[in-house]
């Protein structure tokens, strides 16, 4: 390969200083993240009394956010790993934009958390007196594992990488510099080094398949292990791990086409990877859709007596507008968009990701709380506030600020790092062309 | 028009004197009744049921006191008196001072009688028994015998042709000791039955309590008597407390779920230590 093309590879994809948009970008989610952060304040000082969380409606918003976080954090086993071990190199420069999503939800679903807990000052009691008994403390095991496997597949790929940016220190800046020195000084691109970056990649992406079933699967199992209506089913772990693929396809639709706009990717994130991702999002939103048949209309088929009240309350109640808002864009809009060939053009598929993602946070929702507000024996000399739940403004600040708090990592990420990996698109460059000649 | 007006009056009166009226006659009728019961020969008492007929149909009536009586509605005759409960019963156990009025006859009559509320007019029910008992036998192989014995005059005499049941007194009831509930009484006033339970849960020692019972008979009413036998089995209560168990307490988890949560992990983190060390080994490979 030329050194020409090489170079010119190689600055396309070099970070760039934010622009105007980008300091605007960065700023709002700074002032967001601040307000909830705020809200936070108010909630340790006051308790979790500012919240509208009640006896019966005792998760809400945080713990939807928090199945939301968990959720979008699976893409990166599917890009990554399932579609590397696949052997699609068409997904090569959606891998990290995968990765860092994974990483900054998987970090902000611990976060939201520990925000939900009454007191955070006793969260060391989870570990100190955890029974391996209950699913929240396998969440807690496997939170913490698919944390540090995502870190690593985001860590190994980016050697070469740091190599490169460390040879244009008067870009990067000294500060920078100072960071990948740190990071990856120690990669010289010598064949042994390779074999074992590669060795290490393949293992990673072995390892974080049954990791990431294994982490959303024991995330419904939080709710299926209880009997209750709506979450009692035995195909909680499917119908979660489903959605989640979704979301998380989404996510990456959505950011493919933010960073191709915002740092002129186009080359690299091309029409073709829209086409390909629109399809997968296609069958991802069509699965999930049949498991939502499964979830919905066997048990309103029966209508037991018990989840008559929650069946209904979803279906033509007071959880109808969010219910059907949910199912509509999260799935039958984005399938109708996306099966037609002018549907996957970037602009409606980021369309398209958008109300996936936003379909997906309010179904996350109907998942969590009206199941609480219809409980199997019948709510009884109890305040009216507790027969309802609507977030405060603390809750909706802090969930909010959350959601901001993800996405500014990704952001700063793509600052610091290569959104997309420099090296794994020269070689596969190298490789095209050596296959044409 | 002077008239008129007192004709007006006079009709309105005559309505509102005739609601009030209408509204005092508007009682439901109470039906009063009275069983009686006799338990292992010893133990006698009767029990009262208030029960009315409301929009169709009948319901037990709690809150009506009731007062019952042996031979006659006096003073004297007086057993007790007491409040049905939600069920529409009352109990009242026949006291030793009403024995004198007991052994005057063969036959003794029984009367309650309940007081007026606001709802119901006084009612009475009446019972006249025939004074009997039941006489339990067992036998070594598990064989169960019961005699059915009535008062004729001060001679106990055997009854033929009336039902007995025979069975193992449960905590929520009767369970038959063979196929058959109920067994008639021969000429002699005699049942038997053979026990063919197997391995039934007993006492601390094996004890079973086996019973013999006429049920609601329209001559001796209530029936029963007891004997305590050895045929159950002695099942020691094993407590699952602090036991491994998927609801015990932290440290407590089942072995094989920390065999499997704990190997799975550990394979896990396995690779991932390794992992760590191949960036060590990457460092050490670029120095």
Redesign the interface.
């Given at each position: 390969m030329e050194s020409i093309a090489k170079q010119k590879i190689i600055e396309d994809l070099l970070p760039q200083k934010f622009g105007k948009a980008g300091k605007i970008w960065v700023g709002a989610l700074l002032v967001v993240c601040a307000i909830g952060f705020f809200a936070y304040c108010r909630q340790l000082s006051k308790g979790l009394v500012v919240t509208s969380m009640r006896d019966y409606a005792s998760w809400g918003i945080y713990i939807s956010n928090f199945v939301f976080f968990v959720a979008i954090s699976l893409v990166g086993s599917l890009i990554t790993a399932v579609l590397r071990l696949s052997d699609v190199h068409w997904s090569t420069p959606l891998t990290r934009i995968a990765e860092i999503i994974a990483v900054s939800a998987i970090t902000f679903a611990s976060i939201i958390i520990i925000v939900d807990m009454g007191r955070p000052d006793r969260f060391y009691n989870l570990f100190i007196h955890g029974r391996l008994q209950s699913p929240i403390v396998w969440d807690v095991i496997v939170i913490t594992t698919y944390f540090f496997v995502s870190l690593l597949l985001l860590y190994f790929p980016m050697l070469p990488d740091l190599a490169i940016l460390m040879k244009f220190k008067e870009k990067t800046g000294a500060g920078l510099n100072k960071m990948y020195s740190f990071l990856g000084s120690f990669w010289k691109n010598t064949p042994e080094q390779i074999h074992i970056s590669e060795k290490a990649i393949n293992l990673l992406s072995i390892t974080i398949i049954p990791v990431a079933f294994a982490i959303h699967t024991v995330t419904s199992w939080l709710f299926a292990t209880t009997y209750r209506p709506g979450w009692d089913s035995t195909n909680f772990g499917a119908y979660f791990i489903s959605g989640a693929f979704l979301v998380g396809a989404g996510g990456v639709v959505v950011a493919m086409f933010v960073f191709r706009k915002a740092y002129h990717l186009e080359k690299y994130i091309t029409d073709s990877h829209f086409d390909k991702m629109g399809k997968v999002l296609v069958l991802l939103a069509l699965l999930y859709l049949y498991f939502n048949v499964n979830e919905f209309l066997v048990p309103a088929f029966k209508m037991k007596k018990p989840e008559e009240e929650h069946l209904l309350g979803l279906f033509t109640g007071e959880f109808a507008p969010v219910f059907w808002f949910a199912i509509t864009t999260a799935m039958i809009i984005p399938i109708l968009i996306l099966l037609f060939k002018k549907g996957r053009k970037p602009l409606p598929a980021f369309v398209a990701g958008c109300l996936v993602v936003i379909g997906s946070w309010f179904k996350r929702y109907l998942i969590v709380t009206p199941t609480l507000l219809h409980p199997f024996l019948p709510m009884q000399d109890v305040p009216a506030s507790y027969r309802h739940y609507f977030p405060s403004w603390e809750e909706w600040a802090i969930a909010i600020g959350s959601l901001a708090g993800a996405l500014l990592i990704i952001t700063i990420f793509a600052r610091i790092f290569p959104i997309i990996p420099i090296q794994e698109t020269i070689t596969e460059t190298e490789q095209h062309e050596h296959e044409k000649a | 028009m002077k008239k008129h007006s007192r004709l007006l009056f006079s009709a309105l009166l005559l309505q509102l004197i005739g609601i009030a009226a209408f509204a005092q006659t508007a009682k439901n009728d109470l039906s009063l009744s009275v069983s009686y019961f006799n338990n292992n020969n010893q133990l006698h008492y009767l029990v009262a049921h208030a029960k009315s007929k409301i929009d169709g149909k009948f319901q037990m009536i709690p809150n009506i006191n009731v007062s019952f009586y042996i031979g006659s509605e006096t003073p004297a005759n007086l057993l007790g008196k007491g409040v049905t409960n939600n069920k529409g019963e009352c109990l009242v156990l026949i006291p030793p001072a009403a024995k004198q009025e007991w052994n005057k006859s063969a036959k003794p009559g029984f009367i309650v009688v309940s007081q007026t509320t606001k709802q119901f007019d006084e009612s009475k029910g009446t019972l006249d028994v025939t004074k009997a008992k039941i006489q339990i036998d067992t036998a070594a192989d598990r064989k169960v015998t019961a005699v059915l014995l009535e008062l004729k005059d001060t001679v106990w005499t055997p009854v033929k042709g009336v039902d007995v049941k025979i069975a193992v007194k449960r905590l929520g009831g009767d369970f038959n000791i063979a196929e058959t509930p109920t067994y008639a009484t021969d000429s002699l006033g005699m049942v038997s039955a053979e026990y063919k339970r197997d391995s039934l849960p007993g006492d601390a020692k094996g004890n079973l309590i086996i019973v013999a019972k006429v049920e609601d008979n329209d001559l001796y009413g209530n029936l029963s008597s007891e004997k305590m036998v050895p045929w159950g089995k002695y099942y020691p209560y094993k407590s699952e407390f602090d036991k491994r168990t998927?609801?015990?307490?932290?440290g407590k988890?089942?072995i094989w779920?920390?065999l499997m949560?704990y190997s799975?992990?550990a394979a896990?983190?396995a690779?991932?230590f390794?992992?760590f060390g191949?960036?060590r080994?990457?460092?050490r490979?670029?120095?």
């Open positions: - | 998927l609801f015990a307490r932290r988890s089942p779920l920390e949560a799975i992990v896990v983190w690779v991932l390794f992992l191949q960036i080994k990457l460092k490979l670029g120095i």
